[in-house]
């Protein structure tokens, strides 16, 4: 069981009555080298899924990376903790211990049409899908750091940052092995409420990052 694994066991113990049943912590996935991200729940609803490799975010690392998919976690939170709480995919961490963490980044993903990204094109996200998933990652981040030892986790990292995912319809598979290895950052005028609020949680000092696919995060 990874640090962080064990910090979330704890914190999610104090927020359960003495009589709740505690189902098991999540486990997080350790990837050694290049890997890629993708957001299953959306894939299964996609009506582009068929021949689609289902890849969103390219990430690429030569160092161990612990990945734990938020919504496993959601599912074990007591409902009185997860009634409003806005939860991004996944969050991301170095796979070495407490006191060597130098990174740490809560990720949100995004595969469908251009339009849904910037406000005011999409009835469903009047915001953005930009907005919204910055909105998701302050409100995952700002609920963990709530916790004394979680938020001590994440002050220790030297670099935080918030990943925007994005893969637009029917764009073409590629290998992550052959994606650029520097991440796709992109700062438009439509996105600058997004990178204020970014840089606005909680003190924490989170940057925020946009990777294209086919493109990578440089972890």
């Known amino acids: 069981m990874t640090v962080f694994e ?6 999610i113990r104090n927020l359960c009555s003495a009589k709740q049943h505690i189902a098991p912590i999540p486990s997080s996935r350790q990837h050694s080298s290049d890997f890629s991200l993708t957001d299953p729940l959306a894939c299964a609803s996609c009506p582009s899924s068929a021949g689609c490799d289902h890849r969103v975010l390219n990430v690429a690392t030569n160092t161990p990376v612990d990945v734990f998919a938020i919504d496993e976690l959601m599912s074990i939170l007591p409902q009185s903790a997860k009634t ?4 991004c995919d996944y969050m991301m961490c170095d796979g070495i211990d407490l006191y060597a963490v130098r990174r740490i980044a809560f990720c949100d993903l995004n595969c469908g049409n251009e339009a849904y990204i910037n406000p005011g094109t999409s009835s469903k996200y009047p915001q953005g899908k930009r907005e919204y998933a910055v909105g998701q990652m302050i409100g995952m981040a700002t609920f963990l750091s709530g916790d004394d030892m979680l938020s001590h986790f994440i002050l220790t990292a030297t670099s935080r940052r918030f990943v925007f995912g994005v893969r637009i319809n029917n764009t073409t598979p590629v290998n992550p092995a052959a994606a650029s290895m520097k ?3 992109r700062t ?3 996105r600058a409420l997004s990178l204020q609020s970014a840089q606005r949680i909680a003190g924490l000092g989170f940057s925020y990052v946009e990777v294209r696919y086919p493109a990578a ?3």
């Open 188 to 190: 438009p005028s439509s």
């Open 217 to 219: 995060l440089n972890w």
């Open 183 to 185: 991440a796709f950052m």
């Open 84 to 87: 409003g709480l806005k939860n």
């Open 6 to 11: 064990q910090l979330l066991g704890f914190h």
